[in-house]
């Protein structure tokens, strides 16, 4: 086969995406969008008749880079997560986490079932289909609202802290829940107890994090033996793929979730910023780009009927509600004023790469429709919007405080 026909479409789409995710910058969108959009614009060139570009070979090659995109997005989150913060936490952040992870799932997967036949004919793979439905609507991504906060000097706020330690809690415990509806999925004759779901995640976390522990141990001697030597990201790497193999292989846990512990179990090594660094680097240069251009480029609109428009739509709103009220009244609950728990909840309802990585997931293990992917993209698109803008009319009568200013990051643009 002849793979070099992947070369140009990957030019295109690293050029493109370059472009766009510099647009999108310049208008404070999430660069994911400009990723996605990506996509949509070289899925225009299979209508030009005779093209060769995006041939059955290149859609191929192309698809096994997203492949390995998604992992090493699901790598990054864990190396990202603040686990000295986690220590830390209070019962309130917890609770409102909780909230916001449990009232979007519910929402979702009422409303699932009620656009797939409802509650009364619901098979073994239906309810998974639908639990799936409400498991995409868990994710949070904070990066507008971090930005926001931060422009406005409210970052260090108790508003702002919960909202940080709310989304770093939300991923975690969104990726377990996204493993158990993936194991429970009917793959053979024989379906599948809850009970042994439960065993096969636990038993994996059993042994994946105090194994992730004596690891991390001989990543801290080889630090101190060699400060800041290329060998420590490729052997994190290595780490990270082997990880995401053995959940995937040994307990049916979704590779996802193995490369997403393995960030985490590194998150406390002292050079974790340096393996950040270098990891970013390798996925923002091909891999990453080429996931979301690929989502971009499998999704279809072709087969969206009535049904699943509505569908969709009820979808985006349940998402969105699902956040404000469940992290919103949980912090009324907890005793956060009325205005600072719709900061939390609006603070909590933007989606952008941990959702779209559920998905796509969903979507390729063949447990939901292809056909609600652009309506994710719409709710990224809309609560991107939304949730700076909300923001900062809940502070327009306060008086204005001194932005912060934090230390310059590379730019992933």
Request: proline content about 4%; aromatic content about 8%.
């Amino acid at each position: 086969m002849e793979y070099y026909n992947m070369l140009l479409p990957l030019a295109m789409i690293l050029i493109l995406s370059k472009i766009l995710a510099k647009l999108c910058s310049k208008f404070n969108l999430p660069t994911v969008v400009g990723l996605l959009v990506t996509g949509l614009l070289m899925s225009l060139i299979r209508y030009i008749p005779g093209q060769t570009i995006l041939d059955v070979t290149a859609l191929d090659g192309l698809g096994f880079l997203a492949k390995i995109g998604v992992i090493l997005i699901m790598f990054e989150t864990g190396l990202e997560t603040d686990v000295k913060q986690l220590r830390d936490v209070g019962v309130g952040a917890v609770a409102i986490t909780m909230a916001g992870v449990a009232v979007p799932m519910g929402l979702g997967f009422v409303v699932a079932v009620l656009f797939h036949g409802g509650f009364a004919d619901l098979t073994h793979d239906a309810l998974v289909s639908c639990l799936f439905y409400g498991t995409i609507l868990t994710a949070t991504s904070v990066s507008v609202t971090v930005t926001t906060l931060r422009e406005m000097g409210r970052i260090s706020s108790k508003v702002g802290s919960t909202i940080v330690t709310a989304a770093i809690l939300d991923d975690i415990i969104g990726v377990i829940v996204l493993s158990f509806v993936i194991a429970m999925q009917n793959t053979t004759a024989v379906v599948t107890s809850p009970l042994v779901v439960v065993g096969k995640i636990v038993l994996f976390f059993a042994i994946a994090l105090p194994l992730g522990v004596l690891l991390n141990r001989l990543f801290d001697w080889l630090d101190h033996r060699y400060p800041h030597h290329r060998m420590i990201p490729i052997l994190s790497l290595a780490m990270c793929f082997f990880f995401a193999y053995a959940s995937e292989k040994f307990f049916g846990v979704a590779d996802i979730t193995g490369a997403f512990i393995a960030g985490i179990v590194l998150a406390r090594n002292p050079d974790s910023k340096y393996i950040e660094r270098k990891s970013d680097v390798m996925s923002y240069m091909i891999f990453t780009p080429v996931f979301f251009a690929n989502i971009g480029l499998t999704i279809t609109f072709g087969g969206i009927g009535k049904n699943m428009v509505l569908f969709g739509m009820c979808f985006i709103l349940v998402g969105i509600l699902g956040k404000v009220g469940g992290c919103g009244g949980m912090s009324l609950l907890c005793g956060y004023k009325g205005k600072d728990a719709l900061r939390i909840g609006v603070g909590m309802m933007a989606r952008a790469e941990v959702a779209l990585v559920c998905a796509q997931k969903g979507v390729e293990s063949g447990i939901i429709d292809s056909t609600i992917m652009p309506f994710i993209l719409i709710m990224i698109i809309i609560t991107s919007f939304v949730t700076p803008i909300t923001l900062r009319m809940t502070y327009r009568h306060e008086p204005p405080v001194e932005a912060e200013t934090p230390a310059a990051p590379e730019s992933k643009a």
